[in-house]
């Protein structure tokens, strides 16, 4: 092939001409499944309101959904929304080799090009897979030097698998998926920054619009400069000194991605998780938390790097304090989201046990395990050892875990039975001829009134 994108894109078009592996049909099931979840549960979040005001400002046309509600939008303001109310509360999936969370902007792309492309369940199920492989071949070409230098990566590759998403869904040929990735790859957004504040999530949407206008410009005849990629001014090597572009494109068909894919059981990021176990197993052993007196919890030296903050002032921070989720899991012997709301994280009996609680990184530990040490006031110890935490690939969840996270998520918004419909929807996607039904299910029946 004359470039990486001309060989990134003929290996994914011809993915898409035929069936997807069942394990990766599987997996993208699940992954779907999931982000339809998270999406519907924070789609009344004021930064999804201030989308929504936004697009109604500028008298949009209401041409497609947002997940969770009965306003519609333009396609732009529909991936947007979409996008950030799925990633918001930290609950999506993650590519652990990356950091990506690849869900909620592809799904954001099939939410807002569906009711306009009108793709099969089949042709639907294959673009959400395509697009997630897509982003996470970027993702680990680059990795992970990237996210190390400050770069938000869901944001940053998230934009190219977005791409690919539309460009299939508008029945691109091989070099129409090029030009899209090549267009998407001066399309970018998203630092480090930004963790724990509302522009966070809005990475993942904007990666839904963009990769959506990059297909139709590509669609349209916009040309881009070819080898983007490869150049030593262009995508891959401005954002790492350390691109392997045989993890791009080597073994397609043959290596999935999205195989490594897993979903979080807390609603936070995820280096804490390892944390959050051991913290919820001491507090079957430690019956009043006003008993501690110190806390010592030795991790992987990202956690504090990521999710160091040691007294929030909000949730979205506090979803970036791995403090935080230890003395929730103590206090209230279960984390998930009442445990993020913003008055639950300023209350004393939680802000105390944060205060007596230090970490410890350590090079020698895995990223999925932590060791925990409470020192009570009657001069006794109680330790616990997490070897892998719930939610990654040692200990995936199981399908009924994910069930039970997103039922959750949706039924409060929805009402009591549309996790059961959505799954059994998702379960037969590709049997269905068209979406317009599957997308039914994830509204409410009555108008929202925002």
């Known amino acids: 092939m004359s470039s990486i994108a001309a060989a990134f894109a003929h290996g994914l078009h011809q993915l898409a001409r035929q069936p997807l592996p069942p394990d990766v049909a599987d997996e993208a099931r699940r992954s779907l499944i999931n982000v339809i979840g998270t999406s519907i549960g924070a789609s009344h979040h004021p930064g999804v309101e201030a989308i929504l005001a936004a697009a109604r400002d500028l008298g949009v046309p209401h041409e497609a959904p947002v997940p969770g509600r009965r306003e519609r939008a333009d396609v732009h303001f529909s991936a947007l929304a979409t996008g950030f109310a799925g990633h918001l509360d930290d609950f999506d999936d993650t590519h652990l080799a990356t950091v990506i969370h690849p869900a909620a902007s592809v799904w954001a792309v099939l939410t807002a090009l569906a009711p306009s492309t009108r793709p099969t369940g089949e042709q639907a199920l294959t ?50 998926i090029a030009r899209a990735s090549e267009i998407a790859a001066s399309m970018f957004v998203g630092q480090r920054e930004a963790f724990g504040t509302m522009t966070k999530p809005y990475h993942p949407g904007k990666a839904a619009a963009n990769g959506i206008a990059a297909a139709r410009l590509a669609q349209g005849g916009q040309s881009a400069e070819a080898e983007i990629f490869e150049a030593a001014g262009g995508y891959s090597h401005s954002l790492s000194t350390k691109v392997d572009f045989d993890l791009m494109n080597g073994q397609m068909g043959e290596r999935w991605e999205l195989l490594s894919n897993t979903y979080k059981p807390y609603p936070c990021g995820i280096v804490a998780h390892p944390a959050i176990d051991a913290g919820l197993a001491l507090s079957a052993r430690i019956a009043d938390a006003s008993q501690i007196e ?83 006031r009657d001069g006794s110890t109680v330790a616990h050892h997490v070897e892998h935490a719930r939610g990654s690939l040692a200990r995936p969840l199981t399908n009924e875990e994910l069930r039970e996270k997103i039922e959750l998520l949706i039924d409060p918004v929805l009402g009591a039975g549309a996790t059961a419909r959505i799954a059994e929807a998702v379960r037969d996607i590709v049997l269905l001829p068209a979406l317009g039904p599957f997308f039914e299910l994830c509204f409410p029946k009555e108008p929202n009134h925002a």
């Not at 206090?331 to 410890?360: E, H, I, N, S």
Request: charged content about 20%.
């Open 127 to 176: 673009a959400f897979a395509l697009g997630c492989e897509a982003q996470l071949r970027v993702g680990v070409s680059i990795s992970p030097e990237h996210y190390d230098r400050g770069w938000h990566i869901t944001g940053t590759c998230g934009v190219i698998g977005c791409a690919v998403a539309a460009a299939l869904l508008l029945g691109l040929d091989a070099q129409g």
């Open 294 to 376: 110190t806390i010592t919890l030795r991790c992987h030296p990202l956690v504090p790097e990521l999710m160091g903050n040691p007294q929030p002032k909000d949730g979205l921070q506090a979803r970036f304090s791995a403090i935080h989720g230890v003395a929730a899991a103590l206090c209230d012997k279960r984390v998930g989201l009442a445990q993020y709301d913003d008055a639950r994280v300023v209350q004393p009996d939680v802000t105390a046990v944060r205060a007596k609680t230090k970490l410890a990184p350590d090079a020698g530990v895995n990223r999925d395990e932590a060791f925990i040490e409470a020192r009570l």
